[in-house]
């Protein structure tokens, strides 16, 4: 791969209209201003992170985190783009728009997770799996459909539906970002027929050629013509990079203000990331104030500052890898030995005691019940829709989704589409509608 093909400005669904002019505000830019502005954006402000949200403690949601990584995605992006312009030199590819690109595709991220965090994605899996939904796998086989898409939902697969998809009454490619940006979304560039890994996969059927299309324009190496396996856009490695040092870190600080982790243990875990002359400094530093919040958002934000130094040096020193696409795993678990452990470390405290706490756990379970349910429901609804029931419930489905879509996969991937969409809060209120257990005033 080559980085003068793999940086293309061309939106998806107006490529009649590129006419590639420079403009002020550079189209890869625009994508990051079409994101922040767009209403699927806005309704991360009320999605999970990890924590229900509590009111009287701040911390992450899923906006807040997209926001951070966004900003962690942009240094990557910079400290990359001036090393690789001073090398092959600014005509070679538009390398001072890799924090451009970087940021904008760092905020899309987790735009198709569904509400109630990662539980949210598990429990539509599980609704096909081994609930309810078992009953339509036939038909979906029997009409040519990927029964895989449902049984290993994946929320980066969902944000590329997201993004690309012509939703009715909305515009040709969807977003109508730029390939490149699109392309920098997806780390996990093969069908979930090929799924092997905790349900990972990149894109749906139903985007599929959308996906091929991206890969063409940019060159992108496949690398397994049987399983339709592609290299990864290298700039994936550093949106990656920045959502592994962001939900890591900020989920040690949230944990603390939750009373999860002790200071004493938040303080310490984070203090490992460094050592000698550098530790002794950073401890003098923390030391100059007496709050405790004040301490440790100091030591999250020099990690930050470490992380990002070593991730963009291997990346640097790597990237005939990232090129050839041979390089393997994520870039946190190259970084030098002692980050690495500390980084480890960190992941070992945050599943004992943070992923397995009540809180979360409370989430989850009512995640579950809540989206096999609502899922139950609307897929009914969809499916026998001259039923009383079914007409009244149909109603609440926006326009802009197809019901009417023919062939059975068409319709459970649109009852999908509505449900990944909503809020916690609005999936909740649907729910306690339909059950009964919330009226409106009479």
């Not at 924090?99 to 899996?125: K, Q, T, W, Y």
């Not at 041979?326 to 005691?353: D, W």
């Amino acid at each position: 791969m080559n980085w003068t093909q793999l940086i293309s400005d061309k939106r998806l669904g107006m490529e009649e209209y590129h006419d590639g002019r420079h403009h002020e505000r550079t189209d890869f830019q625009r994508d990051y201003d079409r994101l922040i502005f767009s209403s699927p954006f806005r309704r991360l402000q009320n999605k999970t992170q990890v924590f229900p949200l509590p009111g009287s403690i701040f911390v992450h949601n899923r906006l807040t985190h997209s926001l951070e990584v966004s900003c962690v995605g942009r240094s990557l992006g910079n400290n990359v783009g001036r090393v690789l312009s001073r090398k092959y030199g600014a005509e070679t590819a538009n390398f001072a728009e890799f924090g451009s690109i970087v940021s904008a595709a760092c905020l899309a991220h987790d735009m198709g997770n569904p509400p109630f965090g990662h539980s949210g994605e598990r429990a539509i899996s599980a609704y096909f799996f081994e609930g309810k939904g078992m009953k339509y796998e036939q038909q979906v086989r029997e009409e040519g459909g990927r029964w895989e898409d449902f049984v290993h939902f994946e929320g980066n697969a969902n944000a590329i539906r997201l993004l690309t998809h012509q939703f009715i009454g909305r515009r040709k490619g969807g977003f109508a970002l730029t390939y490149s940006t699109l392309a920098s979304i997806v780390k996990y560039p093969y069908p979930s027929t090929q799924s092997v890994k905790k349900n990972k996969f990149g894109f749906f059927q139903s985007e599929e050629e959308t996906y091929k299309r991206i890969v063409e324009e940019l060159g992108i190496l496949k690398i397994d013509d049987a399983a339709d396996r592609y290299a990864r856009h290298p700039l994936v490695y550093l949106v990656e990079a920045a959502d592994d040092i962001c939900y890591q870190i900020m989920d040690i600080e949230d944990a603390h203000k939750l009373h999860i982790l002790t200071s004493e243990e938040a303080i310490s875990l984070l203090l490992g990331y460094f050592e000698g002359e550098k530790l002794d400094r950073i401890t003098r530093i923390m030391r100059m104030v007496d709050d405790v919040n004040e301490q440790i958002g100091y030591l999250r934000s020099s990690i930050i500052g470490l992380l990002v130094d070593e991730c963009s040096r291997v990346f640097i020193e790597r990237e005939d890898e990232f090129l050839s696409g041979t390089f393997q795993g994520p870039l946190i678990e190259h970084i030098e030995p002692h980050a690495r452990q500390a980084y480890v470390n960190c992941s070992m405290m945050a599943y004992r005691k943070i992923y397995k706490a009540k809180e979360v756990l409370d989430i989850e379970l009512a995640g579950y019940h809540i989206f096999s349910h609502l899922i139950d429901c609307l897929t009914e609804a969809v499916m026998n829709q001259e039923h009383a029931y079914s007409k009244l419930l149909l109603q609440r489905i926006p326009d802009q989704y197809d019901t009417n879509v023919p062939t059975t996969y068409g319709k459970i991937q649109c009852v999908l589409d509505y449900i990944s969409g909503m809020t916690d809060v609005y999936a909740l209120d649907l729910y306690r509608k339909i059950t009964g257990m919330g009226l409106p005033a009479v």
